[in-house]
């Protein structure tokens, strides 16, 4: 019996014990949090969203708990963070992934994983592997109601068709944006995010097509909206893209300024593969401005760079453009050099995606024949477990009946406990409530006392009001007497007076006259002052 509880405790104590660890899972399971991560989005510092040191750093915490769910999404991230920098570690991060997907969960994170791995693709320039992957991606997204995700499949479809030269106008673009608009699974900025990789895709789509005005008016639209969300990654990529645009419309200088704007951020970033698409676009606007020193600079860059990429447009331009620049400068050993150098090129990049597909192919087989003898393994230990089951019956029982007799003892002595502390809180309650009863009753009688007073002063207060108010009637009477006397009688003496002497000023009398004005202006004024005593007699 011992044996039984010391067991039972020493499980209780470990649970408690544990700490709670963050989760990879429920950032992923946050709708716009996968596309922001799928998307690679970065902020106007070129911050991601999930640092690749952070991401290591649960990794390896992760593994120490044997969390398979949470170790596979930190795989899946950490395929999207090394998609632009290591095309090798992006695909070796996808087939980890694959190897601890869980079982029980397959169904529910098999479509985040094939999407990641139709952006890697997409990256290799691998446009036949991308459709084969979003085709089958297209109908489960379409079964789960994920829109956003859907819109991501149609962006890439589209793209990948018409880099392919395919006609097909089944994944048309044209209305993404309405779609996009209309989603409600994701929040503003995930929306914004997506529009902006929309216009994006749908200006590359526009300048595979040489239609470059399109395709311009996108780039621009792309920069503004860009700006608005400081989201500084792709914001230099419309600058690339644009740069591109005016090297075909012959605007040379502009075009090596826009470039420029990428590449700088793109060596920054170690990013060697724009960085050798970008440097095509400087080297040729350099040569038809006649500067062959610069051509030369970047020229030696590409031929350093081409291991890098995997996009077989920029090579096949970039390869051109440079058989063409040794040609028109009679460079013939280079250009015969060059030309065996771009020979093992692609064929080391055909062999490396060969060996690569190989990898995951195997990977994905290694995976089903495991999962196989799980299930394997599963059947035998089931009947184990039905051999054991009924030995370990009456353990169970004996250990079920210890537990609940300690439940109820436990049970009865807290809700004694419980009892006795409410004893006593009900009687520090009782006697605080008689206190406050008291102190109530004091406060009434000051109340009624206060009410008392204030009635008394209000009676004051009429009285006094009704005497101002007598006296202010008195007063108007006065004033109105004093108006009516001022206009009538004040008025006349005043006018006289002030006629008299415009007349002494001005008018053209003798001197005889002159006396009698005086003799007017004294008895107009002497009028006058006997007419302002009246009137303050009357004020007084």
Request: contains cysteine; charged residues 25%.
């Amino acid at each position: 019996m011992n044996k039984h509880l010391i067991t039972l405790l020493s499980i209780i104590l470990a649970f408690n014990s544990i700490e709670a660890k963050p989760k990879l899972e429920s950032i992923f399971d946050k709708p716009e949090t996968f596309i922001k991560i799928l998307l690679n989005q970065r902020d106007i510092n070129g911050h991601r969203v999930i640092s690749e040191d952070s991401l290591n750093q649960l990794l390896v915490e992760y593994k120490s708990n044997k969390d398979s769910t949470n170790i596979f999404f930190c795989h899946l991230a950490l395929s999207s963070v090394n998609a632009e920098i290591d095309k090798a570690e992006m695909l070796h991060q996808i087939i980890k992934a694959y190897s601890f997907i869980p079982h029980n969960a397959k169904a529910r994170l098999l479509p985040y994983l094939k999407l990641t791995e139709a952006t890697s693709y997409y990256r290799l320039g691998k446009y036949n592997a991308v459709l084969e992957k979003t085709s089958d991606l297209q109908t489960i997204f379409k079964q789960q109601k994920r829109g956003d995700l859907l819109i991501i499949t149609k962006l890439y479809t589209s793209l990948c068709l018409v880099l392919l030269n395919k006609n097909e106008t089944e994944f048309s673009t044209g209305n993404i944006y309405d779609e996009i608009n209309a989603l409600t699974t994701i929040d503003e900025e995930a929306k914004a995010l997506l529009t902006l990789h929309a216009i994006n895709i749908n200006g590359i789509i526009m300048l595979v097509q040489n239609k470059l005005q399109e395709a311009r008016a996108l780039f621009r639209e792309g920069i503004e909206k860009a700006s608005e969300l400081n989201e500084r990654k792709l914001l230099i990529g419309f600058h690339g893209n644009l740069s591109n645009i005016y090297l075909l419309n012959n605007d040379y200088d502009v075009a090596i300024r826009y470039a420029m704007l990428d590449f700088n951020y793109s060596k920054k970033e170690d990013d060697k593969r724009s960085m050798f698409g970008l440097a095509g676009i400087i080297a040729e606007s350099y040569f038809m401005l006649g500067k062959l020193d610069s051509t030369n600079k970047y020229v030696d860059l590409i031929i350093k760079l081409s291991p890098h990429s995997s996009e077989p447009y920029f090579i096949r331009h970039n390869q051109n453009f440079v058989y063409d620049f040794y040609q028109k400068t009679g460079k013939t050993k280079k250009l015969a050099d060059i030309s065996k150098y771009f020979d093992q090129i692609q064929d080391s990049l055909a062999h490396v995606r060969t060996e690569q597909d190989y990898d995951i192919l195997r990977s994905q087989i290694e995976l089903e024949d495991a999962q196989s003898k799980i299930d394997q393994l599963k059947k035998i230990n089931h009947l184990e477990y039905l051999k054991n089951q009924a030995s370990q019956k009456y353990n169970v029982a004996l250990t079920v009946g210890i537990v609940i007799v300690l439940l109820f003892v436990l049970f009865i002595y807290k809700n004694l406990s419980v009892q006795k502390k409410q004893n006593l809180l009900l009687e520090k309650k009782s006697a605080k409530i008689k206190n406050q009863n008291e102190e109530l009753q004091a406060q009434q009688e000051d109340i009624m006392n206060q009410a008392n007073r204030i009635l008394e002063l209000n009676t004051l207060l009429e009285q006094e009001v009704d005497e101002r108010t007598k006296e202010l009637i008195h007063k108007n009477k006065k004033l109105s007497e004093y108006a009516f006397y001022n206009s009538h009688n004040i008025r006349g003496p005043l006018a006289r007076i002030l006629g008299l002497i415009h007349l002494w000023e001005f008018g053209n009398i003798r001197l005889d006259e002159k006396e009698a004005v005086l003799s007017e202006i004294q008895a107009s004024a002497k009028e006058l002052d006997e007419m302002v005593k009246t009137v303050n007699r009357m004020l007084e």
